[in-house]
């Protein structure tokens, strides 16, 4: 089936720092890649949509200058955490939704803590 | 606003015997929805889906029902097995062109030998 890397899957970083997310599907294109955050025990929350050439689509609520989105290709989206600070600790997870299809698949995750 | 819920936080289930999860969704412009399973530390996992036009659809030992008149959803396993002890999300797909997937809030499963 088709894979999306996410990378790294686990990262401690310095408050203050920034820290950057990779999410690459890696047989299948995606035009779009969607960022979720997830608190322990909670559900996956919708940060923004990102679009291969054109800015990300925020959902209310998310700093769009606190967390940063690329999508230079259709193969990859990144994610920066500016100026990490320990609330921003949390998993991260992306999906890419297959041009071809529409189907949507995750990554493994990120796991930010922040110190 | 529109949000996709859980029943039950929790379920315990003995081997072998079958699971039913339940969710309900209130968006009803909803046309396509999925449930996944995560274990602990990885990101979710594709287990089986449903477009708005039908009611039932089978998999390998799951089910997943859709009733579009209550706007309910579950998942049905088959001989639970300890290997499906994980949190399990329902996950609703708005169409249009910022189309997005809303997760519900989750239950765990837990398998007992």
């Known amino acids: 089936g088709a894979v999306v890397s996410q990378h790294p899957s686990r990262v401690i970083c310095k408050s203050g720092t920034s820290v950057k997310i990779e999410c690459r599907s890696l047989?299948?294109?995606?035009?779009?890649m969607f960022w979720y955050r997830q608190f322990p025990k909670k559900s996956l929350m919708l940060m923004a949509t990102?679009?291969?050439?054109?800015?990300?689509?925020?959902e209310q609520g998310v700093e769009k200058d606190k967390f940063l989105i690329n999508h230079a290709s259709l193969t990859l989206s990144t994610l920066t955490v500016t100026s990490a600070h320990p609330e921003d600790s949390s998993f991260y997870i992306c999906?890419?939704?297959?041009?071809?299809?529409?189907?949507?698949?995750f990554g493994s995750g990120t796991q930010l803590s922040v110190l | 606003g529109e949000s996709v819920g859980l029943h039950l936080p929790t379920l315990s289930v003995q081997e072998g015997d079958n699971s039913i999860i339940n969710c309900a969704y209130s968006?009803?412009?909803?046309?396509?929805f999925i449930w996944y399973k995560q274990e602990s530390g990885k990101g979710p996992q594709f287990i089986i889906d449903i477009r708005s036009n039908m009611d039932k659809r089978q998999g390998q030992r799951v089910t997943v029902l859709l009733n579009k008149t209550v706007k309910h959803l579950s998942l049905q396993i088959a001989a639970t097995q300890p290997g499906d002890s994980a949190v399990y999300f329902c996950?609703?797909?708005?169409?249009?062109?910022?189309?997005?997937?809303?997760f519900g809030k989750g239950i765990t499963l837990s398998v007992r030998p």
């Open positions: 999906s890419a939704r297959d041009s071809r299809d529409g189907k949507l698949f």
């Open positions: 047989d299948f294109q995606a035009t779009t």
């Open positions: 996950a609703e797909n708005t169409p249009g062109a910022n189309s997005k997937l809303t």
């Open positions: 968006n009803s412009a909803s046309d396509y």
């Open positions: 990102s679009n291969e050439g054109s800015k990300a689509t925020y």
